[in-house]
């Protein structure tokens, strides 16, 4: 059993930067691919980076490529979301997850298996 634990939100202007952190416990994240996705108030979930379990093949959806970018320190079972240009569009809960995959990067949220708690992402005008 996978536990994931979301760091690093706060409350930015326009155009700052911030890095999220993912810290596993309970297993190794290592053999996982993962993930971040994003809610905000009042929408779906949506998918915004992910990252194979070998840390290859990072993807972004349009709306944050060259702005976001995701990486893994398996030897501190941690991803990252390395967030420039912040927008007040990005205000969102953020999210991380795994799963247990070693064949490539995992796009869907119904994918994966474990998820954190969430942390909250304010960016202002």
């Known amino acids: 059993q996978v536990q994931l634990a979301e760091s690093g939100g706060g409350s930015v202007q326009d155009g700052a930067s911030l890095r999220l952190s993912c810290v596993a416990s309970?297993?190794?994240?290592?053999?996982?691919?993962a993930g971040w996705f994003r809610q905000a108030s009042g929408r779906e979930r949506e998918f915004v980076a992910a990252i194979s379990a070998g840390g290859q093949s990072p993807y972004y959806p349009d709306f944050v490529k060259g702005r976001f970018t995701i990486s893994r320190d398996d030897a501190k079972n941690t991803v990252y979301l390395q967030m420039n240009n912040l927008k007040p569009e990005d205000t969102a809960v953020y999210y991380c997850?795994?799963?247990?995959?070693?064949?490539?990067?995992?796009?869907?949220?119904?994918?994966?298996?474990?998820w954190g708690q969430g942390i909250q992402v304010t960016v202002s005008s």
């Open positions: 309970g297993t190794t994240l290592s053999g996982h691919a």
């Open positions: 997850a795994a799963h247990a995959w070693e064949y490539g990067v995992i796009l869907a949220a119904s994918e994966y298996d474990y």
